[in-house]
Nanobody
Framework: QVQLVESGGGLVQAGGSLRLSCAAS????????MGWYRQTPGKQRELVAS???????DYADSVKGRFTISRDGARKTMVLQMNSLKPEDTAVYYC?????????WGQGTQVTVSP
């Protein structure tokens, strides 16, 4: 089992910044991919950014140049730095862990960007 605990969501004005963290614990394998997804009511959950254990990253086009994903050397904590936030970034953000076919999700953290 893998446990994921997210933190850092909140309310911010447009143009502001927030930093989301996801701490993983439990049966962590060295080869894995972690990512941030977001979801708004009535819409499917969508990828925001992901990072592999080797450091390769992938970003949604809508956040490129504004968001940066990173993880620590032990590969157990993942951070999403969100800058130049827009109202359309408002969503519940979820942390995801994938390794050898095992998929785990965090409980989600609300990000609200006011105009």
């Amino acid at each position: 089992q893998v446990q994921l605990v997210e933190s850092g969501g909140g309310l911010v004005q447009a143009g502001g910044s927030l930093r989301l963290s996801c701490a993983a614990s439990g049966s962590i394998f060295s080869i894995n991919t972690m990512g941030w997804y977001r979801q708004t009511p009535g819409k499917q959950r969508e990828l925001v950014a992901s990072i592999g254990s080797g450091g390769s990253t992938d970003y949604a086009d809508s956040v490129k140049g504004r968001f940066t994903i990173s993880r620590d050397g032990a590969r157990k904590t993942m951070v999403l730095q969100m800058n130049s936030l827009k109202p359309e970034d408002t969503a519940v953000y979820y942390c995801k862990y994938i390794s050898y076919g095992r998929v785990y999700w965090g409980q989600g953290t609300q990000v609200t960007v006011s105009p």
